[in-house]
């Protein structure tokens, strides 16, 4: 198992890895130490968390229109099933 | 006197609390209101009808947004003008640089930006970038759910969703340059 330091180009490239939650537990052990040691990736790591923090609040809180779910009880009402 | 509301039914149980969900994705791939609606009641009707196939105890959300993905590039694609891209895929090392914030390197500018906005430039990117962007990083799936939902490899997913972020933060850091909220310049 690689427990090598990371440099910043593969923390960089394993970052969207890392924020999804999708990098194995090593990768992952092996970034956050890097992370910890290093600003600039911190930056980049901020600068991400920030974006996905604006995207998902901007986005987030919409539903589905009350008359759209009526008509779509009233559609399934009428509807054969297949 | 009133009627009394039907009973729901197995399949409303299982498919109507994935509507809101539904209809995000359905407003973010077609771009308004009224086509997002009439693609969610097909997207609805078409799952209805294909009920019998659906496998009890998996992932409901998975089907049913496949479903509506499958409806829109069927029926509404050719609807909405968008912005395509001559190397969708184009292989390209994840490029370490990116343009940053200018005087905010963290970007705590984007909190700064009203949701119109983000909407706006959420919505003008290509039809590619745009549907990995929502569905990864406004409805929380993971890679293999969505390569699976796009039919495309895992490696094209992570492709698709880094640049339509990077696209979507360039466009969104001109915002705040023009909003005056941040200086422009290269940074960290």
Partial sequence: ?82 | MATPAPAETAFEREVLPHLDTMYRVALRLTGNVANAEDLVQDSVLKAFRAWASFRQGTNARGWLLTILRNSFINDYRRRRRSPTLVDIDVAEPHALIHEGGGSDPEGEFFHQLVDDRIIAALDALPDEFREVVVLSDVEGLGYAQIADMVGVPVGTVKSRLFRGRRQLQGVLREYAVEAGIVRPGKAP
Avoid at chain 1, 39 to 46: K, P, S, V
Wanted: overall charge negative.
């Fill in chain 1, 1 to 82: 198992m690689n427990r090598a330091p990371m440099d910043c180009a593969e923390a960089l490239d394993l970052l969207q890895d890392y924020l999804k939650e999708e990098l194995d537990d090593a990768s992952r052990d092996r970034l956050v130490r890097h992370l910890a040691a290093c600003g600039h990736c911190l930056q980049h790591e901020h600068f991400e968390r920030n974006f996905l923090a604006a995207l998902e609040r901007a986005t987030r809180d919409v539903r589905c229109p009350d008359e759209a779910l009526a008509r779509i009880r009233e559609a399934l009402r009428s509807a054969e099933p297949g």
